[in-house]
């Protein structure tokens, strides 16, 4: 499973039961005894997730929260709540946090739910790349391979398009062979399936 | 109290303060007159004994002239027939002298009225006025005695001549002349009483001739005149009135009339000003007891007034009220009461007789009454002494007030408080019960992620038999871990009941910090125990006194809040001292305000945002439970050191 839990709890033999419940499934984790040494640590760009207690000493769980949204953390964070602490664990979930689990656990559902959340770091992650790489493919055009894309886009044909741009149609054909290379795609429809999922 | 005195308006009083001036001025009047009438009366009868008196002084000295007359013509029968006197005549002559001192001298006169014989003698025989010819024409024109009018006789004084004509053969042969002088007549007939009382003076037109008075006449006497018969010639008698010693006296009678009268007006001014004084003291007395009535019939509170010797002197409607006897029934009653309880006769009876010895406690005191229909109430009694108007002291004045209801309600209070704390209790519970349920979560979670990683590797194959163990021991030790909980927990909701045994609070403390030893570490408090070893065993609740350490901890963990994390510890100390367990829980948090010392132990009060205020309230309550004391005082450094006191039980 690609990703890697970030187990942060004061506890320490919770911390160590639910490694050895997470290895048990093939889930990498790292273990941190309290929000600071997390921060300490912070994992810029490793993909994951983070399993949080709300309760802790020194720095609380929603604390550690939101201070990762400051840092423009994106890692999917999922608290552990004790008793009477869903109230809180709801604040958070509104504020973006992914979800909460409520102890005492079903373990393997918890494990699930990590898993899909650790899925839906790599998916967002993908996601990005996509964009990226859209991105500079459309930065790499010329200006008249963008107009041209544009009106594709807007599914005009070859001619259509000359008489718009008052070029040739010959030139159009150049210019739009150029864009579809470029991009990487081979027809109007995949162009605008690229574009659409940017 | 005095009785209402209804007294006459002030207009009334001075309409009838008019009658006694207007009598006054009567009676004065009356006086004025009377004495008028009686001085009149007087002087009326005054002039009736003056006339009479002058009356009786003019005859006697007619009588006494008269018998010079008789003298005379007896002497002038013996003249002889020579017309010579013979020596029989002047021997009687001088005689006659002797006896009348009035009669200066004797004349003999020869028939043409010259004189010849003198007695006593005279130095010049001529020299005759024109009054003594006159009187010796008349006696010789008459045949009978004559006088003169009014002349300076020899002597140098007034007098009168009396000619007695002598016949000598039935012819005038001359006359026999007594010389009198008027102020020897006055002085030597009248006698010296006559003179005490009166003024007595003979005139003529010409005024005076001769007068007897015992002090110089004064004008404005009464006086009386009358025409002397003898010797006439127009002699008159003037009779005047000394200024009598009753005028004297009547102008005193006068004057102490009017001083009296003046003094009784006076004094009756003084008393109406008096009087009008005293009604207006009388009103305002009216006024203040009127309002004093109506302070005491508005009283619910009932008073009593006793004397020194216990006997009820005055009892307000409020207290008739609450007893249900009337006014009469209980005033001047002396001890037994009808109100009292006959049960608690001894104890009333002490308490009558330390009120009566003055040892009245200042604070009142509870006792029961009862009713005249046999009900009985509960009653607060104030005594204090009871201060006359002399400032002496004439016995006790009691307040007594009702208190079934405050009994009534103080017991519910009570048992509402009960309750409250009952309540509260339970929330204090569910407090810990939450804290405890977050506790067993930890070992519980671990327990479970464990196993199911167990089973996850059991059910994949891999078993790895040393992984496995190691793991599968962990899972044994948070089990172990839970049931540590549990235990502890199970200590204190075992009993429900309030169970009083002698326990030793050094393992209830240990428990108790325990339990909050995770509540205490996720606030970064450390918890600090100094229990000493051996303390002595106390009579209590053992779940009580762990609510109370957790109550006085719990304080503590809150209060350091803005407390440095370093800083944060919280001691929990227990010692024996003197015959008691002394309990403290000192933190390092801000203390307490003074402002806000005295409302700690009351109900709902709270420094928390999320406090109930009952914390202190119960702690307090339990400790009174156990007969102990709780109490705060600022810490060594900052925060504040909260103490209980149980009494030790004694081996």
């Known amino acids: 499973m690609p990703g890697t839990v970030f187990i942060i709890d004061d506890d320490e033999a919770i911390r160590d039961a639910l490694a050895w419940l997470f290895q048990s499934r093939d889930v990498d984790t790292r273990e941190f005894a309290s929000a600071e040494a997390f921060l300490a640590t912070l994992p810029d760009h490793s993909a994951g997730c983070i399993l949080l207690d709300i309760r802790m000493e ?141 | 109290m005095p009785a209402t ?75 002889g027939a020579d017309g010579r006197p013979s020596p029989s005549l002047l021997a009687q002559a001088h005689q006659l002298i002797t006896a009348r001192p009035e009669i200066e001298r004797l004349l003999m006169l020869d028939a043409e009225g010259q004189p010849f014989r003198a007695i006593p003698p005279m130095a010049a025989m001529t020299h005759r006025g024109a009054e003594a010819s006159d009187a010796f024409r008349l006696a010789r024109a008459r045949g009978t005695s004559a006088y003169s009018a009014p002349l300076l006789t020899e002597g140098g004084v007034h007098g009168v001549e009396l000619h007695q004509p002598v016949f000598h053969d039935g012819k005038f042969a001359g006359t026999l002349a007594a010389v009198i002088a008027l102020p020897a007549l006055l002085n030597d007939n009248v006698p010296w009483w006559f003179a005490e009382r009166y003024h007595l003076e003979i005139v003529d037109a010409s005024g005076p001739l001769a007068a007897k008075s015992r002090i110089p006449a004064e004008n404005g006497g009464l006086s009386h005149s009358i025409a002397l018969e003898r010797p006439g010639r127009g002699l008159m008698l003037v009779v005047t009135v000394y200024h009598s010693q009753t ?143 002399d400032g002496r002291h004439a016995g006790w004045m009691a ?30 519970m569910g407090e810990m019960a939450s804290a405890i349920a977050h506790e067993l979560n930890q070992p519980l979670s671990a327990i479970a992620s464990y196993a199911t990683g167990c089973l996850n590797r059991v059910e994949a194959g891999d078993v790895d038999a040393k992984k496995l163990s190691g793991a599968l021991t962990k899972l044994s030790k948070q089990a172990h871990r839970a049931g540590q909980i549990i235990r502890r927990v199970y200590g204190f909701v075992r009993k429900a009941e309030p169970d009083m045994r002698a326990c030793d609070l050094g393992p209830i403390i240990q428990d108790m910090v325990e339990l909050m030893r995770p509540e205490a570490a996720r606030r970064g408090v450390r918890l600090a125990m100094r229990i000493a070893p051996r303390l002595p065993l106390v009579e209590a609740d053992s779940i009580q006194m762990g609510q109370l350490v957790a109550n006085l901890a719990r304080n503590g963990i809150e209060a350091m809040v803005g407390t440095p994390k370093t800083q944060r510890v919280l001691t929990i100390s227990a010692k024996a001292d003197g015959g008691e367990v002394r309990v403290c829980v000192a933190d390092n948090g801000t203390g307490i305000a003074d402002e806000i010392t005295e409302q700690l132990f009351t109900p709902f009060f709270t420094t928390k945002e999320d406090g109930m205020g009952m914390g202190l309230k119960i702690c307090r309550s339990i400790i009174e439970q156990h007969g102990g004391r709780l109490w705060h005082e600022a810490g060594n450094n900052g925060g504040c050191v909260f103490h209980f006191a149980l009494p030790a039980v004694r081996p």
């Open chain 2, 5 to 79: 005195g209804s007294g006459a308006s002030p207009s009334s009083y001075s309409k009838t303060s008019a009658l006694p001036i207007l009598a006054i001025g009567l009676i004065v009047l009356l006086l004025g007159v009377l004495l008028a009438v009686i001085n009149e009366r007087e002087i009326d009868d005054e002039r009736q004994s003056l006339i009479k008196s002058a009356l009786w002084a003019e005859q006697y000295l007619a009588l006494q002239l008269t018998s010079t007359e008789e003298r005379l013509q007896q002497l002038a029968l013996q003249f």
């Open chain 2, 247 to 389: 005028d004297l006296a009547g102008n005193f009678l006068v004057a102490a009339i009017l001083v009296l009268a003046i003094a009784a007006i006076w004094s009756l001014f003084s008393m109406r000003r008096h009087s009008a004084h005293r009604l207006r003291a009388e009103q305002a007395l009216r006024a203040e007891h009127a309002f004093r009535k109506a302070m005491e019939d508005s009283l619910t509170v009932g008073m009593r007034a006793r004397d020194l010797a216990g006997r009820i002197t005055y009892v307000n409607p409020a207290f008739c009220r609450m007893v249900g006897y009337s006014t009469e029934e209980l005033v001047s009653r002396g001890p037994p009461m009808p109100y009292w309880v006959p049960e608690e006769l001894e104890r009333t009876v002490a308490l009558h007789e330390a009120v009566l010895a003055g040892n009245a406690p200042a604070e009142g005191f509870e006792l029961p009454f009862r009713r005249k229909d046999g009900e009985r109430f509960e009653a607060l009694v104030y005594e204090a002494p009871l201060i006359d108007a």
């Open chain 1, 58 to 198: 020194g720095m609380s769980g929603i604390e550690l929260f939101d201070r990762l949204r400051e840092h423009a953390c994106r890692l999917p964070v999922i608290f552990l709540t004790g008793h009477g602490d869903v109230p809180v664990a709801v604040s958070a979930l509104k504020k973006g946090a992914h979800d909460f689990v409520e102890k005492p656990f079903n373990d393997n559902e918890l494990v699930d739910r990590v898993i899909e959340a650790l899925a839906l770091d790599a998916q967002r992650r993908a996601r990005d790349e996509n964009r990226a790489s859209l991105a500079s493919r459309l930065a790499s055009l010329s200006g008249r391979e963008r107009a041209v894309m544009d009106l594709v886009l807007t599914g005009k044909l070859n001619k259509q398009i000359a008489d718009e741009l008052g070029i040739a149609v010959r030139t159009v054909e150049v210019h739009r062979a150029h864009l579809f290379d470029k991009m990487g795609v081979r027809t109007a429809v995949e162009l605008a399936q690229l574009v659409a999922t940017a």
């Open chain 2, 399 to 428: 307040s007594v007030v009702d208190i079934t209801e405050r009994k009534i309600a103080e017991e519910l209070a009570h048992q509402q408080s009960e309750k409250l704390q009952h309540t509260a209790r339970l929330a204090v």
